[in-house]
């Protein structure tokens, strides 16, 4: 209990003095109007209300990420809270605001111009393709979590391929909402009802940390217990946590999500509680979820408490959605049958808008790419077909597979976005008329989150067995390689700081 509330207090305290130091740095300017205003369009730039837009944001960056990330990622051990806290207030946070911020700056770019005006046109092509291929993998997870949930509220017809049983019916209800809510003016579906979505989602997870608190403290993890890694699998805690949560801590797909409702932003002075704000209520979302995960698996008969019930549940259940069984079984015993159901509902309905927003960001990529008026609806059709038929492809392969492969692709196009971040803050303080000169080093709150995140995702590719799975005798060379790319990529930006002063 006291590990949890002191990462409470912290999240809120992050957010009151380092976001506003954060924004300090950027340098805000509220006379600045802002694409919504000037590129006013009734399909993407649509004015909207601040409380509005951060419930949008928060439903929109939260989705099963900090649920089903931080469930997984507590397989690790208490470790999982200090990433949740100190990733959400030095990494998150930051990469949030700077891809949203940047994008109003940048009339409402998309994720990969932002990146790529600052990286270069070569980085600006590859970052196009991998934030299309993470956000095709994301819908893919977004659809078929939500739809394996909906299946034990209410069975429908399923379809047996391999050795997964697939809830066909509810995959294909979701699918044809996504489809309309990809190619509709935001403010139709997305502006209206999503406030409510992300009001429930935060409401539910509010009260399963009242329960948790009021009736099962005393069995809480606790970070005094010991941080070692408590994972069964074999696989170390470096880096495997730090890319199962993601959404949570940091998430290259907030930086997808980001440009969407900075094109219904009206003043940059909302930019601080609507992005670095929404990245925090993530992550305290993340921080109950993973501790509810290590609390609930009590054992008395076999003498299992907190992780390691959680791991022996996790035996029993092996080879299926472990996440949504813990979800299902959390919500309905702590919240009763009509609790647990609304708790449910919260968790499915965080994936579904998710997952059609990063439909809806896809398009606008391609859309950004192709120069493509997206008033006409003809238009919005064409681009999104194909990309409704990559994702209902990607429905068939393993549930596990798909998000091993989206955590790190994430976590990469997070990196980037943290590289492009510190190259423009630099920029910003070198000119000595900027709003931010008196920050000669304000550049330093991407840089340090770019430089750990190079080595996660460097070393990750290399560990893990959706990578190279270099054998344990071998791992430390999979460490020494990624220190080498990420000393590299440092000494790259020292040079480059020299030759453009």
Known sequence: MITFIIALILLVVGFLTYGVLVEKIFGVE???????????????????????????????????????????????????????????IFAGGVHDYLSGMLSIRKGGASLPDIVGDELGKGIKLFM???????????????????????????????????????????????????????????????????????????????????????????????????LQNRQTNGLPLFPMMF????????????????????????????????????????????????????????????????????????AQHHGKNIAALVIDRVSRS???????????????????????????????????????????????LIIALPLFLCVFGMVFVDFNIVWRYFAW????????TLWAGTIWLYKKS????????NFKFGYLIALIPALFMTMVCSSYILIAPEGLHLPLEWRWLGYLIAAVITLTCLCGFILWAKKSR
């Open 30 to 88: 509220p006379e600045r109007k802002t694409p919504a205003i000037t590129k006013t369009d009734g399909v993407d730039f649509v004015p909207m209300a601040p409380w509005r837009i951060f419930l949008v944001q928060f439903l929109n960056i939260a989705g099963l990420g900090p649920i089903f990330g931080a469930i997984m990622g507590i397989f690790y051990g208490p470790a999982a809270f200090l990433w949740i806290v100190f990733g959400t």
């Open 128 to 226: 196009r393709v991998l934030s299309l291929v993470l956000l095709i993998l994301l819908t893919t997870t977004f659809l078929s979590g939500p739809a394996t949930l909906l299946q034990g509220l209410a069975p429908l017809s399923t379809f047996q391929f391999g050795l997964s049983t697939i809830p066909i019916a509810w995959v294909l209800i979701i699918f044809g909402y996504y489809a309309l809510a990809t190619v509709l003016p935001v403010d139709k579906l997305i502006g209206r009802f999503y406030p409510i979505f992300g009001a429930i989602l935060l409401f539910m997870g509010i009260g399963i940390m009242i329960v948790m608190l009021g009736w099962h403290s005393s069995e809480m993890p606790e970070v005094f217990d010991g």
């Open 409 to 416: 692709t994430n976590q990469t196009l997070a990196t980037f």
């Open 430 to 437: 070198s000119n000595v008329q900027s709003q931010i000169s």
């Open 243 to 314: 890319v199962s949560i993601a959404c949570g801590a940091i998430s290259g797909f907030h930086g997808t999500q980001s440009p969407i409702m900075a094109r219904c932003v009206t003043n940059e002075r909302q930019g601080r509680w609507i992005f670095y704000g929404a990245m925090v209520a993530e992550g305290i979302l993340a921080l109950i979820w993973a501790a509810a995960a290590g609390t609930f698996f009590a054992d008395p008969e076999t003498g299992l408490y907190g992780i390691d019930g959680l791991q022996a549940f996790a």
């Open 334 to 380: 702590w919240l009763g049958t009509v609790g647990g159901i609304l708790a449910i509902i919260g968790v499915i309905a965080a994936p579904i808008t998710s997952g059609d927003t990063a439909l809806r960001s896809a398009r606008l990529i391609v859309a950004d790419f192709l120069k493509w008026d997206q008033r006409p609806i003809s238009r919005r």
